[in-house]
């Protein structure tokens, strides 16, 4: 009977710690949104998808639309900027930049700048910058998409780049080893550590990660050894997108809205 009392002195604090390790999310909403893969919502609520390789907006039930036959697959969007939307085609070493309203305001073809720039990473950066990375070279850089000059502010990263995120000052990414690193817009770059396996990923900041794994969604703090399953009521999804403690989770019926209180 003592062994029996023993075990389970020591089986409880391991069973509260299991149960501690789970984020529960709360469901606020959901809506079907037709689309091939969501992108995600801005800071106004409006949402952002592809549909058979056309980007779309909607904001308060107005849609919005960009096609462009030419450039073939859109590669990578970012709308950090809802003023000057970022869209990458990384088969033709070109960047679009659209307004509010999807409309072109500037087509950029770096094949065309006097260093003939291989990119193959891009994303907004602050005082008319964009981040990107030339292969060439191995660097990140920044683009003056009005002067149309770059520069190189990284030194030479060794490895390929599997996954990247930017924000107005800091260009962070993965290496094919799952080392995590980041690069302000002075060069300085800092490795930040080694993340999980995963299948998916969002780069949320230099603090924390969130990530999918097997159809389950983990947050992962730099500074801890363990991930953190998010409980969710959906059990297999297409894609995620978290910012500011609200999670959309999109499947082939729609987007379910979150709120999380992570850590």
């Known amino acids: 009977m003592k062994k029996f009392v023993f075990i389970l002195s020591f089986l409880f604090p391991v069973l509260v710690f299991c149960?501690?390790?789970?984020?529960?999310?709360?469901?606020?909403?959901?809506?079907?949104?037709?689309?091939?893969?969501?992108?995600?919502?801005?800071?106004?609520?409006?949402?952002?998808?592809?549909?058979?390789?056309?980007f779309f907006k909607i904001k308060s039930g107005e849609i919005f639309q960009?096609?462009?036959?030419?450039?073939?697959?859109?590669?990578?969007?970012?709308?950090?900027?809802?003023?000057?939307?970022?869209?990458?085609?990384e088969n033709f070493n070109t960047v679009i930049l659209l307004d509010n309203q999807l409309n072109e305001i500037q087509k950029i073809n770096f094949s065309e700048?006097?260093?003939?720039?291989?990119?193959?990473?891009?994303?907004?950066?602050?005082?008319?910058n964009l981040w990107?990375?030339?292969?060439?070279?191995?660097?990140?850089?920044?683009?003056?998409?009005?002067?149309?000059?770059?520069?190189?502010?990284?030194?030479?990263?060794?490895?390929?780049?599997?996954?990247?995120?930017?924000?107005?000052?800091?260009?962070?990414?993965?290496?094919?080893?799952?080392?995590?690193?980041?690069?302000d817009v002075f060069g300085k770059t800092i490795a930040l550590g080694k993340l999980p396996a995963f299948d998916s990923i969002q780069?949320?900041?230099?603090?924390?990660?969130?990530?999918?794994?097997?159809?389950?969604?983990?947050?992962?703090?730099?500074?801890s050894d363990k991930p953190t399953v998010i409980d969710l009521d959906k059990k297999t999804y297409k894609n995620f997108y978290y910012k500011d403690q609200n999670l959309a989770i999109f499947t082939s019926e729609g987007i379910t809205n979150y709120k999380i209180n992570l850590p």
């Open 132 to 183: 990107v990375f030339n292969l060439t070279n191995q660097q990140i850089g920044l683009y003056d998409y009005l002067k149309n000059k770059h520069k190189d502010v990284s030194s030479p990263i060794s490895g390929m780049i599997k996954q990247y995120q930017t924000n107005f000052n800091t260009f962070y990414w993965i290496d094919e080893r799952n080392y995590y690193y980041s690069c």
């Open 19 to 54: 149960q501690q390790t789970k984020l529960v999310a709360s469901k606020l909403s959901s809506e079907f949104v037709d689309a091939d893969l969501f992108i995600g919502n801005d800071s106004f609520d409006c949402k952002y998808f592809i549909k058979n390789n056309v």
């Open 203 to 223: 780069l949320v900041s230099n603090l924390f990660v969130v990530f999918k794994k097997n159809d389950l969604l983990y947050y992962y703090s730099i500074n």
């Open 66 to 89: 960009y096609k462009n036959i030419s450039l073939g697959k859109i590669s990578r969007i970012d709308f950090q900027n809802p003023l000057k939307i970022v869209l990458f085609y």
């Open 113 to 128: 700048n006097e260093k003939n720039i291989a990119v193959t990473a891009v994303g907004i950066s602050a005082q008319n």
